[in-house]
């Protein structure tokens, strides 16, 4: 089970593609709504467009879980020593390790690009508390990884993605919503992922309601990839 963990470190901090989706696309779309659109402030949309990435970055774990279902892969690891779980917490690790680099980037190109500037403390706690946001994601990733096979599989989650993190204020923020969206946005995970770092810009600590709230969609998005898991297991 070792020699495989490495092995999806290595793959996943090794793949450029995981940079420019999950870095790349996050600092034009803030580099867009600062600089010439002017919708949103430096730091807050900073914070948001590098939980976006984040987020894609966990989700998509489960991407790498469908198309290894159906390129055989899963049923070559089957008869190796590597456990049914070992192949699961691979991929949870080498993923959510993936997303750091992704979350680094955005970050600098708020301070270096934006002229964000912050205190020593808080840009140190940034990264920690993104990371731990999107667990969730990471979760529903191996739900949807385990539903769907191929391309569809990845279909599915763009189209997630997109409605999560626009449902969540990541894009624009939930004032701006109707006033019939708010209470729902702001239990949605993404949402929450992204107050960790929001209240973080004022100094203050995780809200206790941000903290159940994603142990709750992440308690949800497991028990859905347990049963997704078993269900396909016997396919």
């Known amino acids: 089970m070792r020699s495989f963990l490495r092995f999806e470190v290595r793959?996943?901090?090794?793949?450029?593609?995981?940079?420019?989706?999950?870095?790349?696309?996050?600092?034009?779309?803030?580099?867009?709504?600062t600089k010439v659109l002017d919708l949103a402030s430096g730091p807050v949309s900073m914070v948001s467009m590098a939980t976006y990435g984040a987020m894609g970055g966990a989700l998509f774990i489960g991407g790498a879980i469908a198309l290894e279902r159906s390129s055989g892969w899963l049923r070559q690891l089957a008869v190796t020593p590597l456990p049914a779980h070992g192949y699961i917490v691979g991929k949870l690790v080498g993923g959510m390790l993936a997303v750091l680099?992704?979350?680094?980037?955005?970050?600098?190109?708020?301070?270096?690009?934006?002229?964000?500037?912050?205190?020593?403390?808080?840009?140190?706690?940034?990264?920690?508390?993104i990371?731990?946001?999107?667990?969730?994601?990471?979760?529903?990733?191996?739900?949807?990884?385990?539903?769907?096979?191929?391309?569809?599989?990845n279909i599915a989650m763009m189209v997630a993605y997109f409605?999560?993190?626009?449902?969540?204020?990541?894009?624009?923020?939930?004032?701006?919503?109707?006033?019939?969206?708010?209470?729902?946005?702001?239990?949605?995970?993404?949402?929450?992922?992204?107050?960790?770092?929001?209240?973080?810009?004022?100094?203050?600590?995780?809200?206790?309601?941000?903290v159940l709230v994603l142990a709750g969609w992440t308690a949800l998005f497991v028990l859905l990839g347990v049963w997704r898991y078993r269900s396909a297991a016997w396919r």
């Open 163 to 210: 409605l999560l993190a626009v449902l969540g204020g990541l894009w624009l923020p939930v004032s701006r919503m109707p006033e019939g969206l708010r209470t729902p946005a702001e239990y949605s995970p993404a949402y929450q992922a992204g107050s960790l770092g929001w209240r973080a810009l004022d100094g203050l600590a995780p809200t206790g309601t941000s």
């Open 101 to 129: 680099p992704s979350v680094v980037i955005v970050l600098a190109a708020g301070a270096l690009l934006g002229g964000v500037r912050l205190p020593a403390g808080t840009w140190l706690a940034l990264p920690l508390l």
């Open 11 to 33: 793959r996943a901090m090794s793949n450029p593609v995981n940079l420019v989706f999950l870095a790349g696309f996050p600092v034009l779309l803030y580099l867009l709504w």
């Open 131 to 153: 990371w731990a946001g999107v667990i969730p994601f990471a979760a529903l990733g191996v739900a949807f990884g385990y539903s769907l096979k191929g391309q569809s599989a």
